[in-house]
């Protein structure tokens, strides 16, 4: 694979460098770092799971009671970065944030694990607990409300879109003369690409 900025689809070639990180068994490729802002525009960084691609953008979950969700509904705006050690490559995308449809929501959540849906469920994501033992209890309560057949998407669990404007391609090379290009979205909604000095 080509790490030249040859292709006017950056996401093309995100799904390259993903495969590439798939095969050097990179610890989990789909992590990336999710950065958003508070309504007073003081900043969050945390890791999750990378779960849809394609034209539209990149795709993650997470409880609605969450901040990052209350950061996304007051300031629907967030940066992305996936950083593979093992194959000296990074990607940063920027862009606004939409929410997923219920159908999206509801088709990704079926294909969960059914401990993490019920994990969905019990768990009263970045609340405060009294200790392990309440989360333990909570999922129980959950395994006996749904002992058998298909659990629902809780209402409170959904997915956010980041819609890319900006997708930064960056790779390590010896004595710091790294490869870094751009690819920035126009108003027409055609891709531009531009390379970077390192």
Same mark, same amino acid.
């Given at each position: ?88 490559? @990074?990607?940063? +995308?920027?862009?606004?944030? /939409?929410?997923?449809?219920?159908? #999206?929501?509801?088709? &990704? ?69 790294? @490869?870094?290009? +751009?690819?920035?979205?126009? /108003?027409?909604?055609?891709?531009? #690409?531009?390379?970077? &000095?390192?």
């Amino acid at each position: 694979m080509s790490n030249e900025p040859s292709s006017r689809d950056p996401i093309a070639l995100f799904n390259d460098w993903m495969a590439d990180a798939v095969r050097s068994k990179v610890g989990d490729p789909t992590a990336m770092s999710v950065a958003t802002v508070d309504d007073a525009g003081r900043p969050a960084v945390r890791i999750v799971l990378l779960k849809a691609v394609d034209a539209r953008g990149f795709v993650f979950y997470t409880n609605l009671g969450s901040p990052k969700a209350a950061h996304l509904r007051a300031r629907p705006r967030a940066a992305l970065c996936f950083h593979w050690h093992a194959i000296e490559r @990074q990607v940063r +995308i920027e862009g606004d944030v /939409e929410p997923v449809t219920d159908e #999206e929501a509801d088709a &990704y959540f079926a294909t969960r694990a059914r401990l993490s849906q019920l994990g969905a469920w019990a768990s009263k994501q970045s609340r405060p607990m009294a200790g392990y033992w309440e989360l333990e209890k909570a999922v129980a309560a959950m395994m006996l409300k749904y002992p058998v057949g298909a659990v629902p998407r809780p209402p409170f669990w959904s997915g956010f879109r980041v819609k890319p404007e900006s997708i930064e391609f960056w790779w390590q090379k010896p004595f710091r003369h790294h @490869q870094r290009f +751009i690819f920035q979205r126009g /108003e027409d909604g055609a891709w531009r #690409e531009q390379w970077l &000095y390192p």
